[in-house]
């Protein structure tokens, strides 16, 4: 299949021309045409599969084809779980409605609300946006969402995880108009809360599941190495960033401190390196973030913060410096890396506080993971065992009824969560109390906005 053949409009064709994109990827073979018929879509599909022009394309086809439903209602809405996502959905928005007469705004939290209240009363068509935000504008009356054609949600899995339900039921409700559209991607559509949230807010939708999310992905070589502790990790680090080839690397590390403190070291160590926390302000994560995809730094220290959906072509390394806390984070780590067909690769260091992540993630990947060596830095660390259950007695009997029990690993398909566990070499901080919308929005703790 051709994009030509997808009858899309002139201005939108020449964009995708422009781009230099001829042949739709799978997802956008399934979800555009399913779209464009105004069917409310259930879709996932693979990290780095095309995933945002899916939806972006038939909602501006949709908008420039039909006429609006109201005259100063937002016309398309995509809400995303981070800022980061939300900026680079926008920014490939932009491209489309540049050569038209439709209006992009993008509404984040951590800016200026008074101005935000401002570019809403210009009367958008298209609102990029994280939930808290933009729920707080509609509640305040800021805008209405009655005649709202299209609801796209990004990433709806981990606005659920994120405890932004509230906000999106509050969204769904107010865009109350019976030729809503709704279409909801998902990294996994095997999440229990996603489907009680598509029965909410989908009527009748096309389920669209390419090759599963956590599918094996051809083009990134993952690779395992175990380590004794945090001075093993940093010299595998510094080891694997003089000895690969890359155009850029991103290393993952459990907490926000050991950003910059990584980044420090490398720093001295001569490496191109800069830290991405969400304890920085949004003007500063802009900033860094800008200047990482222009190629002004080599290497960016993050948390998961730029674990999800980021597009940054020439990312040819991952290094998960810890293991992630939640077992899907992996395989959108490792996704920053082997873009739209590119190879890349991905090296993750095991210690004994990463052991449980480790196993999760073989669980998910549905394989056994057998680890690599460097000579010169080998590993005392071997894994850890199986728990034993403690006898309580310890009579002959009952000792010689005590079996080793494996650690249990859930399956792929199912949601691993450990979030009281620490991971890593340094202690996780543990929140207290559930966050507020707005705590959520301004913190990394969960990495979102
Ligand atoms: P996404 O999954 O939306 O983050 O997209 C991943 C990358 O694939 C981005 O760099 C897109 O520009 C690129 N891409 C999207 N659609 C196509 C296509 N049909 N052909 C080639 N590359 C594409």
Redesign the pocket.
Known sequence: MQ?SDLGLERRLMTT?EH???????E??QQAIPAAMQGHDLIAS?K????????FIIPALQRVVKNRALSKRDPRVVILTPTRELAK?VFS?LRLFTANTQFKAVLILGGENFNDQVKVLEKEPHFIVATPGRLADHLTQGHFYLNGLELLILDEADRMLDLGFAKQLSQINKAADHRKRQTLLFSATLDHAQVNDFAKELLKKPKRIAIGGAFTEHKDINKRFYLSDNLDHKEALLQHFLTAEKYQQAIIFTATRSDTERLAGILTKQEFNAVALSGELNQSQRNQIMESFSKGQHKILVTTDLASR?L?L?NVSLVINFDMPKHTEEFIHRIGRTG???SQGDAIAFVGPKDWLSFKNVEGLLEQTISFEQVDSLKAKFKGLKPKKIKAKSTSSKAKSRVKEQPIKVKKATKKVFHAAQDVGDMPIIKRKKPLSAQQLEDSDLNEAD
Do not use: W
Request: proline content about 4%.
């Open positions: 994009f995708v781009l230099g994109f001829t042949e739709p990827t997802i956008q599909s990290t780095g599969s095309g995933k945002t022009l899916a680079q490939q959906g597009d072509v873009r739209a067909g």
